[in-house]
């Protein structure tokens, strides 16, 4: 009897091909470094921001129509909300790009989709959370080792003895 339960504990812990296979899987994107992902988000944030500042450009007399009659942001005139959403967008897409206050650039995106999500297009909840998702990611875990903000830091606390 002895053996027989023997050998059920060594059947229990020897690890079955499929899950050693998942745990090596595992193992190796383990190894990928926090620091890719971060550039990876702080890239796919600034695209999104960009391409709508961009489109606000090309053609300003329609982004002010826009917002007075689709967009309806609330309290904010057209022509202010226009130029704020402008700003927050070139802005903050190059602070993200360069990495430079990578987590106080995030702070007006996130209003601004917030915005957005609540009062312009409610129904493109599965959209915004991805921004949402990225955007928190980078508040909370900062704009990674590549980027003005690492370097900056680096200087700063290396400079102190």
Same mark, same amino acid.
Not at 129 to 156: C, E, N
């Given at each position: 009897?002895?053996?027989?339960?023997?050998?059920?504990?060594?059947?229990?812990?020897?690890?079955? /091909?499929? %899950? =050693?296979?998942?745990?090596?899987?595992?193992?190796? &994107?383990?190894?990928?470094? #926090?620091? @890719?992902?971060? !550039?990876?988000?702080?890239?796919?944030?600034?695209?999104?921001?960009?391409?709508?500042?961009?489109?606000?450009?090309?053609?300003?007399?329609?982004?002010?129509?826009l917002f007075a009659?689709?967009?309806?942001?609330?309290?904010?005139? /057209?022509? %202010? =909300?226009?130029?704020?959403?402008?700003?927050?967008? &070139?802005?903050?897409?190059? #602070?993200? @790009?360069?990495? !430079?206050?990578?987590?106080?650039?995030?702070?007006?995106?996130?209003?601004?989709?917030?915005?957005?999500?609540?009062?312009?297009?409610?129904?493109?909840?599965?959209?915004?959370?991805?921004?949402?998702?990225?955007?928190?990611?980078?508040?909370?875990?900062?704009?990674?080792?590549?980027?003005?903000?690492? &370097?900056?830091?680096?200087? #700063?606390?290396?400079?102190?003895?």
């Amino acid at each position: 009897m002895y053996a027989s339960m023997n050998s059920m504990d060594q059947a229990r812990t020897m690890p079955s /091909p499929l %899950i =050693a296979r998942i745990a090596d899987i595992r193992q190796k &994107l383990n190894m990928v470094p #926090l620091s @890719i992902v971060q !550039l990876l988000a702080r890239a796919s944030l600034a695209t999104i921001f960009w391409r709508a500042e961009q489109a606000k450009l090309a053609n300003w007399d329609l982004t002010v129509q826009l917002f007075a009659n689709e967009y309806k942001v609330p309290v904010l005139p /057209p022509e %202010i =909300a226009a130029q704020m959403a402008l700003s927050f967008e &070139l802005g903050c897409s190059v #602070l993200l @790009i360069l990495g !430079l206050f990578s987590r106080l650039a995030v702070l007006p995106l996130i209003g601004m989709t917030t915005i957005i999500q609540l009062f312009v297009y409610p129904t493109s909840w599965n959209e915004h959370i991805v921004w949402f998702t990225l955007l928190l990611f980078i508040l909370t875990r900062g704009a990674g080792v590549v980027s003005l903000d690492a &370097l900056i830091a680096r200087m #700063l606390f290396n400079n102190r003895g």
